[in-house]
């Protein structure tokens, strides 16, 4: 079950976060634009699990059908959450229901594989789909505060920030997130001291995204304890 479930996470990591553009996302009340990412989805659950088996073209409706009630009742940070747990419900689902799609599938023999879907899964969702949160989070605020810095500086500093997150946690050096956060605190204190709003907007900000980098970490580090070790290193909680 377990192996399903990491095959089927990474293909909707990469279908929703990787390749879907941000057209696709934002005209999923297109029937077009909302089939032909119903074929991403089949597409990448079909490759990442080497199987065809009948739930893969059930789990694709169940995901076009989520995006289609997101794109009519679910906007903003709210919306994308709920998105977002639903697909993974159906995930689970799908992989208690068909156990055996990936151990039935083309990739059985590879021992190793379902732990370095979960380890290429964990890090797109803490970095393009916490790219993705964060910015729905902070969009109420946006217009509120004047941001001055490179175009698309802020969300390189988040997804830098959040992949060293990651790879600190997950390289059990957790005790190094305290030092990014004093060393991003002390680069961005010329810049919001003088401006509470600005101030306020990069606190919550950065508190999101280093929440967000955290809960995907632990959630892949508990995803991992569930499969056979990788060995090099050893990523177990």
């Given at each position: ?74 906007q903003g940070f709210a919306g994308f ?88 946690v997950l390289g059990g050096m957790a ?11 002390v680069l961005r204190f010329g810049t ?46």
């Open positions: 079950m377990w192996e399903t479930f990491a095959a089927l996470l990474l293909a909707h990591a990469l279908a929703d976060f990787v390749l879907q553009p941000a057209g696709m996302a934002r005209g999923n009340r297109r029937p077009t634009i909302l089939l032909a990412h119903g074929g991403v989805v089949l597409a990448t659950a079909i490759a990442a699990t080497g199987s065809l088996h009948p739930a893969l073209f059930a789990l694709a409706g169940a995901h076009m059908a989520t995006d289609y009630a997101k794109a009519r009742f679910g959450l709920a998105d977002q747990a639903v697909h993974v419900l159906t995930l689970a689902v799908v992989a208690v229901l068909a156990p055996t799609i990936f151990a039935e599938g083309l990739w059985a023999g590879e021992a190793r594989l379902s732990a370095l879907f979960v380890l290429a899964a964990g890090a797109i969702l803490a970095v393009r789909a916490g790219g993705f949160a964060i910015g729905q989070l902070m969009q109420p605020w946006a217009e509120a505060v004047t941001l001055d810095g490179l175009p698309g500086g802020g969300r390189a500093i988040g997804h830098l920030e959040r992949g060293l997150i990651f790879l600190m005790e190094g997130i305290g030092f990014l956060i004093a060393a991003k605190s919001v001291r003088e401006e509470a709003k600005l101030s306020e907007y990069v606190i919550i900000g950065t508190l999101a995204s280093f929440a967000w980098a955290l809960v995907a970490a632990f959630g892949t580090l508990a995803l991992l304890s569930h499969l056979p070790p990788l060995g090099i290193p050893d990523f177990t909680p």
